[in-house]
């Protein structure tokens, strides 16, 4: 197994490379001028070319490369071209409203999904399986933005039980920081719901057909035996599958969420620094991404095992 983790990352590090790159190129043969939008609209070209040299802007762009990349092992991002600050120090006062809202959306998303596709698998063909497939087809339908001013309408201003918007720490009470994640929770999670939920009940159809679930029932177990410990544990993989590209789609879904819910999380950083043309922030952000979604994925292979035995990993 440890032989096994140790040759995915290796072969990471090639990909990472690679997408690193063109993060660069992309960003620093782009159209704007990074000292020209340090320097303002007003100011001179002497002005502008003072911060180019400053930021080492006039080297060869494989020297800043070099020293990006360099940087970037040794945990130095970069600072922001806006506020100055280091890179690392606003991911880290960000990322608190991002983990919360992705643990939440995840969690709402296997609680709901999951066996409302395992129960729409076992009562297939009727009305509550076609209601389970009829809401899936609208949770990917819908977009996130649309569902969540429809969810702000009806519970903020409409019944004022939930707040508008903002985010409220669960340093400072564990109530307050679950009510101003639940309507973002509701608004994101819904893909991820109906995504669970069809691929749950397409596994558990498939297994409830084999010879040992008929076993099983001819043994005079109950259904709730069969569906857990049977059909659902054999159906495990692909569900799992699922629920690790969901947790890697989120990073497109953060974004859009925190901006329309005004969470100052690590999807709301990444937009402002877009409009801004904070270009290290913007790097950072999307190489931060990157990492993310390889390492999800590795731990999704990873959990095969746990869930099928006879899966075994060379040494």
Same mark, same amino acid.
């Given at each position: 197994m440890l032989g096994y983790i140790l040759r995915r990352l290796l072969a990471t590090i090639p990909v990472l490379f690679v997408v690193s790159v063109l993060i660069f190129m992309l960003l620093h043969l782009g159209p704007s001028d990074p000292a020209a939008v340090i320097a303002g609209d007003f100011a001179q070209p002497e002005d502008v070319?003072?911060?180019?040299?400053?930021?080492?802007?006039?080297?060869?762009?494989?020297?800043?490369?070099?020293?990006?990349?360099?940087?970037?092992l040794q945990g130095d991002l970069g600072s922001s071209i806006y506020s100055d600050m280091q890179v690392s120090a606003l991911m880290m006062?960000?990322?608190?409203?991002?983990?919360?809202l992705t643990i939440t959306t995840i969690s709402f998303a296997i609680l709901v999904g999951v066996p409302a596709g395992t129960f729409a698998a076992w009562r297939a063909g009727s009305l509550f399986d076609r209601g389970v497939m009829m809401t899936a087809v609208m949770g990917f339908s819908l977009p996130v933005f649309v569902l969540g001013y429809v969810l702000v309408y009806l519970f903020a201003l409409k019944a004022q039980i939930l707040p508008v918007q903002g985010y409220?720490? &669960?340093?400072?009470? +564990?109530?307050?920081?679950?009510?101003?994640?639940? %309507?973002?929770? *509701?608004?994101?999670?819904?893909? =991820?719901?109906?995504?669970?939920?069809?691929m749950t009940r397409a596994s558990v159809i498939e297994i409830l057909?084999?010879?040992?679930?008929?076993?099983?029932?001819?043994?005079?177990?109950?259904t709730p035996p069969i569906l857990i410990f049977h059909a659902l544990k054999n159906a495990a993989i692909p569900i799992v599958t699922t629920i690790g590209v969901g947790i890697a789609m989120l990073i497109s879904g953060v974004v859009v969420t925190e901006?329309?819910?005004?969470?100052?999380?690590?999807?709301?950083?990444?937009?402002?620094?877009?409009?801004?043309?904070?270009?290290?922030? &913007?790097?950072?952000? +999307?190489?931060?991404?990157?990492?993310?979604?390889? %390492?999800?994925? *590795?731990?999704?292979?990873?959990? =095969?095992?746990?869930?099928?035995?006879?899966?075994?990993?060379?040494?």
């Open positions: 070319e003072k911060i180019r040299i400053q930021l080492g802007l006039d080297r060869p762009l494989y020297i800043q490369f070099g020293d990006w990349i360099l940087g970037v006062q960000r990322i608190e409203p991002t983990l919360s409220k720490p &669960i340093s400072g009470g +564990l109530w307050p920081w679950l009510r101003s994640l639940i %309507l973002p929770t *509701l608004s994101l999670g819904m893909i =991820y719901v109906a995504l669970i939920a069809r057909g084999n010879d040992y679930i008929r076993t099983a029932r001819s043994k005079g177990l109950s901006t329309v819910f005004a969470l100052p999380g690590l999807g709301r950083l990444t937009v402002d620094a877009i409009v801004r043309k904070d270009y290290p922030v &913007i790097q950072a952000m +999307l190489l931060v991404f990157t990492v993310a979604y390889v %390492l999800i994925n *590795l731990l999704v292979d990873l959990s =095969y095992s746990l869930f099928d035995p006879r899966i075994k990993y060379q040494k």
